[in-house]
C-alpha cells in the first residue's frame, strides 16, 4: 500500500525558513519522480517543485525558483522541500506526489494519483 506522510509544516514569519519532509513506503521509491504541490486558499493546486527518479534533475515554479529546494534521499524513502525567504504568498498545504511516469509527464504539472495528506505551511507576522 503506497503511503506518503509529509511533515515539517507550521507558522513562519516572513522571511524565515521551513523544510519539508516526505517519507514513501509500499513502493520502490528510486522508480518514481516526486513533486511537491501546494494548494492556497482559493486557488488550484500548482505544482512547485520535482525531483527525478535519482535526483539528477530538478524543476521549480518561477514563483520560487532561487528560494526553494527540492532534494531526496533514496537510502530513507524520503523527498525534501527547503524553503527559504518564505512569502505570505507561499501560505497552502504543501503536498508530495509520486508518479511513475517519464519526466516530461511529471514537470507539466498533471500529478500522479499517489498523494500525501498535506502539511499546512503559514507565513504571517
Known amino acids: 500500500q503506497v503511503q506518503l506522510v509529509e511533515s515539517g509544516g507550521g507558522l513562519v514569519q516572513p522571511g524565515g525558513s521551513l523544510r519539508l519532509s516526505c517519507a514513501a513506503s509500499?513502493?520502490?521509491?528510486?522508480?518514481?519522480?516526486m513533486s511537491w504541490y501546494r494548494q492556497s486558499p482559493g486557488k488550484e493546486r500548482e505544482l512547485i517543485a520535482a525531483?527525478?527518479?535519482?535526483?539528477?534533475?530538478?524543476n521549480y515554479a518561477d514563483s520560487v525558483k532561487g528560494r526553494f529546494t527540492v532534494s531526496r534521499d533514496n537510502a530513507k524513502n524520503t523527498v525534501y522541500l527547503q524553503m527559504n525567504s518564505l512569502k505570505p504568498e507561499d501560505t497552502g498545504v504543501y503536498y508530495c506526489n509520486a508518479d511513475p511516469r517519464a519526466w516530461r509527464t511529471v514537470v507539466a504539472g498533471y500529478p500522479y494519483h499517489y498523494w500525501g495528506q498535506g502539511t499546512q505551511v503559514t507565513v504571517s507576522s
Open positions: 525531483i527525478s527518479r535519482g535526483g539528477g534533475s530538478t
Open positions: 509500499g513502493f520502490t521509491f528510486s522508480s518514481y519522480a
